[in-house]
């Protein structure tokens, strides 16, 4: 059976930092990881690989530095990683992401028979990608799902969708966005990491290898832009407090006792 | 009627399932208005499935002004690729300037792939709508990285722009008996989809789960320094009864079940109180307790990024602190 | 391009007429004397039942009956009402059901299905039933935006 999984690089840092310019994420010396549910659909992937046989490729889109991401993946079990990068890509929406990514997916011989995905990421938590690559592909999605059956050249499949939890019969191949109930994640096996990044293979693709052109990807290929960032969603004007434990834990038992939940001690 | 008054206008995908509960597409209807008065055109709503008359009158009832209909026992069930279909078409021909949709599950995963289909731009769970006076255009404003910030994205030369919009962003108006509209049925050719069937579909009760429904969370992260630390949360937790939640880089380290992972890739809490220990406040965590009342954060880093989203930011040693908190504690009770 | 049809709804009451919801809808004249029809009338926000007038002949386009906003006038033909809990039938002396009228009730609104086979003066069918709705095969079905004036002539939508 031939997987291939699609993975993002995300920040894993705190404090974020933002090209006001092109309105994108600085990612340079920012720690990054694979987006969790990313990692899980590749935990799916190696599942079914090992059942079934086969092969998993991973495939990302970024910068080059997330060949670090896709060096992890090897180290979980990919057997092929393919990192798409390409100046022209910066600043891409889902709709020219998921361009790219389907070119890439195209150029794969034989063409998979199951793409995986993570229902969404971090830090766009559009969902957007999964679906648009199988639309761009002409092939059917299920998305969410936190099962998956195969069943000769079909997977049974199970999600939660607006309360419904259905199980789905899907035709292959078929895009497969998973939850984080799909597989649970193994941690490396030892010294999986430093042989993944001394004598891993990962493979790079640019808008040659593709065959597209700079209008169809990058901020030029997308539909969308943001126009603006404005303050953020939740900060709270807190009050920061430095002092001794004693003092601390006063200011903490006032606050539980002000909002109620701590009745108020007399004296 | 001419189609004139049916072309470039302000569409809502009539996502009816769960109908009295689900209340979202009244509410973008009731938005929609507001935009198509703005734009001068009309509110059209897009209702596929069979024997959906109801609803037709229900949508008429709270502000549309056309309902654009596909009745078809193929389409009973909601479809992505058949939806998508039908919708493209209907989009090719009338050429809305705008296509609204719920963020619910099904719009989610619907809305991305008709915009592929039509080439055009799509912003995700949008928080707010407005057309931009100078322009005319759009503004959607949607979470970004992480929900830490709010985007304003536009689709400046696409069309229809496209967005999906949370629930309860916006506010339905109320059902009113006395309206009356158009129903438009389009020609359409439908056809069954045999890739993807469902062959069950059960209504899931909502699961009750201790650490959503508590009153207060208290969560410990790596700054806790150990599993012997994290243990004590279970004491304060029992004290001020309470719930015991996780960061990741606790339950990777096996000092938390999975059960207590809060954030995108866990669970979401909206406590009266959270108190957050030990945690610098990565995005993919806060993004899980930016809707708690009241927030109490410590941490020995005065840069912490949680501070910035604490009502109360204490800096100290969480070994120094949570100690002398429980001896506290104690000895109230 | 592509070809649609419409018809204007109210959210209080509509029937169903060539696969379309019609908040009113006529078949024929009413203000003729002698010549069949069939009127659907707008029901207003307030009533809940349907308003069916009508002149029917049968096949060999005998008159058979005249309603008047459900209520038999001239009856020819000899046919009865039976009333039920959600509408009426209007059966013929040969036995058979002329006309079926049955209102839905939505949690907000309503819906009435008519279901019925009718012939004109000239023997030609005009009416027939089809999939819960009633569909129009010879001649023009016109909507309604409101209620007909009383014994006034169809108002061209």
């Known amino acids: 059976m031939n997987i291939v999984v699609c993975i993002k690089q995300v920040p894993d840092e705190p404090i974020i930092r933002i090209d006001s310019e092109r309105m994108t994420l600085i990612r340079e010396g920012t720690e990054s990881t694979i987006n969790p549910l990313d990692r899980v659909a590749l935990e799916a992937g190696l599942h079914l690989r090992k059942h079934n046989g086969g092969q998993v490729t991973v495939l990302s889109m970024g910068p080059p530095r997330g060949e670090e991401s896709l060096r992890e993946a090897l180290a979980a079990g990919a057997d092929r990683a393919i990192l798409l990068t390409d100046p022209a890509f910066a600043g891409s929406d889902t709709l020219a992401t998921s361009h790219v990514l389907a070119r890439a997916i195209s150029r794969l011989r034989p063409f998979p028979d199951l793409l995986l995905c993570g229902m969404k990421t971090i830090d766009s938590d559009t969902g957007h990608v999964g679906p648009q690559i199988a639309e761009e592909l002409g092939i059917p999605q299920v998305c969410g799902v936190n099962k998956i059956n195969l069943e000769e050249d079909s997977l049974v499949v199970e999600r939660l969708s607006d309360g419904f939890l259905d199980t789905v019969k899907v035709t292959l191949p078929a895009l497969i966005s998973v939850s984080r109930e799909c597989c649970p994640v193994r941690s490396l096996p030892l010294g999986a990491l430093e042989i993944a990044f001394s004598q891993g293979d990962v493979t790079r693709w640019g808008c040659q290898e593709l065959g597209v052109s700079e209008e169809e990807v990058g901020l030029k290929g997308s539909a969308t832009r943001v126009r603006r960032l404005l303050t953020p969603a939740f900060t709270r004007k807190g009050e920061i407090v430095s002092g001794s434990p004693r003092l601390l834990v006063d200011r903490l038992i006032g606050t539980l006792e002000a909002v109620g939940l701590l009745d108020e001690e007399d004296g | ?333 | 391009m592509i070809a649609f049809r419409e018809s204007p709804i109210s959210a209080h009451h509509n029937y169903f007429v060539n696969g379309m919801l019609a908040q009113g809808f006529v078949v024929g004249d009413p203000s003729s004397n002698d010549s069949f029809f069939l009127l659907a009338d707008v029901v207003p926000h307030g009533e809940i039942r349907p308003r069916i007038s009508a002149r029917l002949m049968d096949e060999e386009a005998h008159l058979l009956l005249e309603l008047k906003a459900n209520r038999i006038g001239r009856n020819p033909g000899k046919c009865s009402i039976e009333p039920f809990l959600d509408g009426y039938r209007v059966w013929r002396s040969s036995g058979n059901v002329l006309i079926e009228v049955r209102t839905r009730v939505f949690a907000n609104g309503y819906l009435t299905l008519i279901e019925a086979r009718l012939f004109d003066e000239h023997g030609h069918l005009r009416v027939e039933p089809k999939d819960e709705s009633i569909w129009v095969c010879g001649g023009e079905c016109r909507f309604l935006a409101a209620p007909l004036p009383e014994g006034g002539s169809t108002k061209r939508e």
Not at chain 2, 62 to 90: F, I
Not at chain 2, 148 to 162: D, F, G, I, K, Y
Not at chain 2, 224 to 236: A, D, H, P, V, W
């Open chain 2, 1 to 333: 009627m001419d189609k004139g008054s049916l072309l470039h206008g302000v569409w809502v995908f009539g996502d009816y399932r769960n109908y009295f509960q689900n209340r979202v597409t009244l509410q973008l209807i009731a938005k929609g208005r507001g935009l198509a008065e703005t734009l001068r055109t009309r509110v059209t709503v897009l209702l596929l499935g069979e024997a959906v008359h109801q609803y037709a009158m229900e949508y008429i009832a709270h502000g549309a002004d056309v309902v654009m209909v596909a009745e078809h026992p193929d389409l009973k069930c909601y479809q992505v690729e058949s939806y998508t279909n039908v919708v493209a078409r209907w989009a090719e021909a009338f050429k809305p300037n705008i296509l609204l949709g719920g963020a619910t599950s099904f719009g989610r995963e619907f809305f991305p792939r008709l915009a592929k289909r039509l080439r055009t731009g799509l912003s995700a769970d949008c928080v707010n709508l407005a057309v931009d006076p100078d322009t005319g255009l759009l503004l959607q404003t949607t979470p970004a990285f992480g929900g830490n910030l709010l985007a304003e994205v536009v689709t400046s030369q696409h069309r229809p722009q496209m967005a999906t919009i949370h629930p309860c962003v916006f506010k339905e108006l109320p059902h009113n008996a006395g309206a009356v509209g158009r129903v438009v049925y389009p020609e359409i050719e439908v056809k069954a989809n045999t890739r993807v069937r469902v062959l069950r579909s059960r209504r899931q009760q909502v699961q009750r789960d201790n650490l959503q429904d508590a009153e207060i969370v208290i969560v410990g992260g790596r700054g806790l320094g150990s599993k012997n630390q994290f243990k004590l949360l279970f004491e304060l937790a029992e004290l001020l009864e309470g719930e015991v939640g996780a960061t990741r880089p606790v339950v990777l380290a096996g000092w938390a079940d999975e059960e207590r992972l809060l954030g995108q890739t866990g669970k979401t809490v909206k406590p009266k109180v959270l108190i957050s220990i030990g945690t610098s406040g990565a995005l993919q965590y806060t993004t899980g307790i930016k809707e708690a009342e009241t927030i109490i954060a410590i941490n020995r880093d005065p840069q912490a990024p949680i501070f910035k989203m604490a009502d109360l930011g204490l800096v100290g040693e969480s070994s120094a602190v949570l100690p002398l908190l429980l001896e506290t504690l104690r000895n109230r009770i």
